[in-house]
C-alpha cells in the first residue's frame, strides 16, 4: 500500500524558505514520479511542479519558477520541496502526490494524475 | 498555457438527483483529464483518469465523458456524502487544475 508522509507544520518568516519533505513507502520510487500541489486558504488547487526521481531534475510551473526546487533522494525514499522568497501569499497547505507519469521526453517528465496523496503541510508566512 | 474552467462554479441539488459537472481546456487535451473530489476538511481524492476511467473503489454513479476541449462529470444519482468540491486537472509536462465546482444539498 502506498503511504506518503509529509513533514510537520512550519512558521516561516517573509523573505525566508521553507523545506517540505515527504517520505514514500509501498512504491518503487526511482520510477515514480511525485507532484507538489499547494492548496491556500478556500478553494483551489494549484500544482507548483514534479519530479521523477529516475531523472532527476523537476518541472515546475511558470507561477513557481526560480523560487521552488523540487528534489528526490533515493537512499531515503524522500521527495523535497523547497519554496523560497515566502510572502503571505504562500500560507497554504502543500501537498505531496504519487503522480502517473509517461516518462521523459525531451528534458521533461511528462505527468497524469495524482492517485495517492499525502495528508498536507500546512505553512504559515507571518512577521 | 492551456487554461482549463468548469461549469458551474456551484450546484445545490437534491438527493437521488442526477447532476453534470463540465470542463473546458482552452485548446484540444485528448483524453489528458482526470477528476478529483474534495470533502470539506479532506484531502483530494482521484475520481477518474483518462476522462472515463473509474478509480478504484469509486462509487459507480461517477461517470466521466467528453474529449478535445470539452469534458462533463456526472453523478447519476446524488448522495449526501457526495458534498464536496470536484476538480477537473488536464495532464502535460505542466498539469493544470481546473477552478472548482462546490457540490451541496438541497
Known amino acids: 500500500q502506498v503511504q506518503l508522509v509529509q513533514s510537520g507544520a512550519e512558521v516561516k518568516k517573509p523573505g525566508s524558505s521553507v523545506r517540505v519533505s515527504c517520505k514514500a513507502s509501498g512504491v518503487t520510487f526511482r520510477r515514480s514520479a511525485f507532484s507538489w500541489v499547494r492548496q491556500a486558504p478556500g478553494p483551489g488547487l494549484e500544482w507548483m511542479g514534479g519530479i521523477i526521481p529516475a531523472y532527476g531534475s523537476g518541472n515546475y510551473a511558470q507561477k513557481f519558477q526560480g523560487r521552488v526546487m523540487i528534489t528526490a533522494d533515493e537512499s531515503a525514499s524522500t521527495v523535497y520541496m523547497e519554496l523560497s522568497s515566502l510572502r503571505s501569499e504562500d500560507s497554504a497547505v502543500y501537498y505531496c502526490a504519487r503522480t502517473y507519469t509517461s516518462g521523459w521526453f525531451g528534458g521533461l517528465g511528462y505527468y497524469h494524475y495524482m492517485d495517492v496523496w499525502g495528508k498536507g503541510t500546512t505553512v504559515t508566512v507571518s512577521s | 498555457d492551456i487554461q482549463m474552467t468548469q461549469s458551474p462554479s456551484s450546484l445545490s441539488a437534491s438527493v437521488g438527483d442526477r447532476v453534470t459537472i463540465t470542463c473546458r481546456a482552452s485548446?484540444?487535451?485528448?483524453?489528458?483529464l482526470a477528476w478529483y473530489q474534495q470533502k470539506p476538511g479532506k484531502i483530494p481524492k482521484l475520481l477518474i483518469y483518462?476522462?472515463?476511467t473509474l478509480q478504484s473503489g469509486v462509487p459507480s454513479r461517477f461517470s466521466g465523458s467528453g474529449s478535445g476541449t470539452d469534458f462533463t462529470l456526472t453523478i447519476s444519482s446524488l448522495q449526501p456524502e457526495d458534498v464536496a468540491i470536484y476538480y477537473c486537472?488536464?495532464?502535460?509536462?505542466?498539469?493544470?487544475f481546473g477552478p472548482g465546482t462546490t457540490v451541496d444539498i438541497k
Open positions: 483518462d476522462v472515463s
Open positions: 486537472q488536464k495532464y502535460d509536462s505542466v498539469l493544470t
Open positions: 485548446q484540444g487535451i485528448s483524453n489528458d
